[in-house]
C-alpha cells in the first residue's frame, strides 16, 4: 500500500510509542540544547487521521513540550519549548523550530533539521539576563507558546521561508521575522510591512490593530497567509524583498459569526483558496453546534473578478437538517460496534476542514458525550466525516474516539484526556506524497497496536 497522497495531521504527540530503526518516515535532530530528537509519523488516508511520534528522552520536564505548527509540500515545522535557567532562581520559556522534510525525489532519506535560534541562543539570552536583571514575557511570547503565528512557506527544489507575523497596536506596527534559506546567513531577518486593503479602497487600521487576533498560517501560492477568522486574511509574498500585507476580509456573513477554529477554515485545494463555515441561522455565535441549534455550512471560492479584484463566490450550501437526516444510524454506524447519536448526550459537530485534492468534499468532527462514570476517565465518543458538498452526502465516516476502548493503555488514556479538555483542529498536510517507498506493515499499524 502506498503512501496517501495527503493527511490530516493530528496535533497530539505520541510520546511513548515505539521508534523502530526502519522506518522509512523516521528522522533524527537535536535541539539548541543537544538534546537527540527522534520524529516518526503513521501515515492514514482521510478520514483516519494520521499521528506523530516522539522521541526525545530529555523531554521529561513539566515545560517540555513539543508541538506541530504548519506544513507545506514535503516540509512539517515543529516547536520545541522548554525552560533554561538564566540564574539560580530564574528560568525562561525557550524555543527551538525544527524543519522535517520529507524523502526527495532521489529517495534521500527524511531530515530534522534544528534552524536558527528566534528570540535569541540560550548563551544571548543568558547575557541579556546578566545585562538587563531580567527577561520581560510579552503578549507575543504568550501567542508563541500556542504557535498562533508562525508558518513555512516551500518553493522549487530545496527553498523554504518560515515566517512569524507580530502585530501590535503600537505605532512601530507589524513586525515581520523571516528565515529564508536562500540567505546565506540561514538567520532571521526583521521587516516591517505595511498593511494595505487587498483591493483597494480604505482601512481603518488603528481598528484593525485592535481588533486583529490571527487563529492560524496558511500557505498559498507564493504567499503566507495569516488568518483572523473573525475578520479576514493578510497575505503576504514570502519571496519579495520589500514584502507587504494584503487584507481582505471574509464575505460579510460569516465576519464575526464564528468561535475561531471550531467552525470555520481557510483551506488550498490544487492552487485554489476555499472557506467553510458553520453559520448560525440566529446570527449568535456558537463553540459548536447540535440538532437543536440551526446552521448552515457554507463554502466559498477565491476568485478573481474581471476587475483583478479578488472575491469570495459562494458555491455550496448545507443546511443542518439535512446534515443530521443524512446521520442514519445503520448508514453512518452499519457495524455493532459503533454507537448511535444520542440527544441527551450532548452531540455536536465542529472543527471543518477542506480536502486539499477534492474541491467538493469537507470534514467535519462529530462527537458526543462519553460515558465517563462508566469508563473512570474523561472522553468525548468521537468520530471524523467526510462530507460531499456538491452531493450534499455522507462520504465516508472513521470511529477516532470509540465508546468503548477496553482497558485502553496509559498512553490512549492521555490521548482521550487531552482530547477531551482541548480538541485542537487536525493539520492538511501533503508531505505525505513525496515519499518515493511503499508503505511496511509497521507502519499501517493503529497507535494502540504498535
Given at each position: 500500500m502506498a503512501f496517501p497522497d495527503w493527511v490530516m495531521l493530528d496535533p497530539y504527540v505520541f510520546r511513548d510509542g515505539p521508534f523502530p530503526d526502519d522506518d522509512p518516515t523516521a528522522a533524527i535532530g537535536h535541539n539548541s540544547r543537544g538534546d537527540k530528537v527522534g520524529v516518526r509519523f503513521l501515515l492514514r488516508a482521510p478520514p483516519e487521521p494520521s499521528s506523530i511520534f516522539l522521541d526525545w528522552e530529555a523531554g521529561t520536564g513539566d515545560c517540555d513540550d513539543f508541538s506541530v505548527v504548519a506544513a507545506h509540500r514535503d516540509a512539517?515545522?515543529?516547536?520545541?519549548?522548554?525552560?533554561?535557567?538564566?540564574?539560580?532562581?530564574?528560568?525562561?520559556?525557550?524555543?527551538?523550530?525544527?524543519?522535517?522534510?520529507?524523502?526527495?525525489?532521489?529517495?534521500?532519506?527524511?531530515?530534522?533539521?534544528?534552524?536558527?535560534?528566534?528570540?535569541?541562543?540560550?548563551?544571548?539570552?543568558?547575557?541579556?539576563?546578566?545585562?538587563?536583571?531580567?527577561?520581560?514575557?510579552?503578549?507575543?511570547?504568550?501567542?508563541?507558546?500556542?504557535?498562533?503565528?508562525?508558518?513555512?512557506?516551500?518553493?522549487?527544489?530545496?527553498?523554504?521561508?518560515?515566517?512569524?507575523?507580530?502585530?501590535?497596536?503600537?505605532?512601530?506596527?507589524?513586525?515581520?521575522?523571516?528565515?529564508?534559506?536562500?540567505?546565506?546567513?540561514?538567520?532571521?531577518?526583521?521587516?516591517?510591512?505595511?498593511?494595505?486593503?487587498?483591493?483597494?479602497?480604505?482601512?481603518?487600521?488603528?481598528?484593525?490593530?485592535?481588533?486583529?487576533?490571527?487563529?492560524?498560517?496558511?500557505?498559498?501560492?507564493?504567499?503566507?497567509?495569516?488568518?483572523?477568522?473573525?475578520?479576514?486574511?493578510?497575505?503576504?509574498?514570502?519571496?519579495?524583498?520589500?514584502?507587504?500585507?494584503?487584507?481582505?476580509?471574509?464575505?460579510?456573513?460569516?465576519?464575526?459569526?464564528?468561535?475561531?477554529?471550531?467552525?470555520?477554515?481557510?483551506?488550498?485545494?490544487?492552487?485554489?483558496?476555499?472557506?467553510?463555515?458553520?453559520?448560525?441561522?440566529?446570527?449568535?455565535?456558537?463553540?459548536?453546534?447540535?440538532?437543536?441549534?440551526?446552521?448552515?455550512?457554507?463554502?466559498?471560492?477565491?476568485?478573481?473578478d474581471e476587475m483583478d479584484k479578488m472575491v469570495w463566490e459562494k458555491d455550496a450550501v448545507l443546511k443542518s437538517d439535512h446534515l443530521w437526516s443524512m446521520l442514519k444510524p445503520d448508514f453512518l454506524w452499519p457495524l455493532d460496534e459503533f454507537r448511535f447519536i444520542t440527544t441527551n448526550r450532548f452531540p455536536r459537530v465542529q472543527f471543518p476542514l477542506i480536502s486539499i485534492d477534492d474541491s467538493s468534499v469537507i470534514y467535519l468532527v462529530l462527537a458526543q458525550n462519553g460515558r465517563v462514570e462508566e469508563a473512570g476517565y474523561n472522553y468525548d465518543e468521537t468520530w471524523l466525516l467526510a462530507i460531499d458538498m456538491s452531493k450534499m452526502t455522507l462520504k465516508m465516516s472513521f470511529p477516532y474516539i470509540e465508546d468503548e476502548m477496553g482497558d485502553p493503555s496509559p498512553e490512549m488514556l492521555a490521548f482521550a484526556e487531552d482530547k477531551f479538555w482541548r480538541f485542537e483542529p487536525f493539520l492538511a498536510a501533503d508531505f505525505s506524497r513525496h515519499f518515493n517507498l511503499r508503505c511496511p506493515r509497521h507502519v499501517l499499524l493503529k497507535p494502540a497496536e504498535a
Open positions: 512539517v515545522l515543529f516547536q520545541m519549548g522548554y525552560l533554561v535557567s538564566l540564574g539560580s532562581s530564574n528560568a525562561y520559556k525557550a524555543f527551538d523550530y525544527l524543519l522535517y522534510r520529507a524523502a526527495g525525489a532521489g529517495g534521500s532519506s527524511p531530515s530534522l533539521d534544528l534552524l536558527a535560534p528566534f528570540g535569541g541562543s540560550v548563551d544571548e539570552l543568558k547575557a541579556r539576563m546578566e545585562a538587563d536583571g531580567l527577561i520581560r514575557l510579552t503578549n507575543q511570547h504568550l501567542r508563541r507558546l500556542k504557535c498562533l503565528d508562525i508558518g513555512v512557506l516551500c518553493r522549487d527544489g530545496e527553498e523554504f521561508a518560515v515566517a512569524e507575523l507580530q502585530i501590535t497596536r503600537s505605532e512601530v506596527g507589524p513586525e515581520l521575522h523571516v528565515l529564508r534559506s536562500s540567505t546565506s546567513s540561514r538567520k532571521w531577518e526583521l521587516k516591517r510591512p505595511p498593511i494595505t486593503p487587498a483591493n483597494g479602497g480604505s482601512l481603518d487600521l488603528e481598528k484593525f490593530l485592535w481588533d486583529w487576533d490571527a487563529d492560524t498560517v496558511i500557505p498559498f501560492g507564493s504567499y503566507l497567509c495569516w488568518v483572523d477568522y473573525c475578520l479576514g486574511i493578510l497575505f503576504c509574498d514570502m519571496f519579495d524583498e520589500n514584502p507587504q500585507l494584503h487584507y481582505l476580509e471574509f464575505p460579510a456573513d460569516v465576519r464575526g459569526a464564528c468561535f475561531g477554529g471550531c467552525c470555520q477554515a481557510v483551506g488550498v485545494t490544487n492552487g485554489v483558496m476555499k472557506l467553510v463555515s458553520l453559520v448560525p441561522d440566529d446570527g449568535l455565535i456558537a463553540e459548536n453546534y447540535t440538532p437543536e441549534s440551526g446552521f448552515t455550512i457554507v463554502c466559498w471560492t477565491l476568485r478573481m
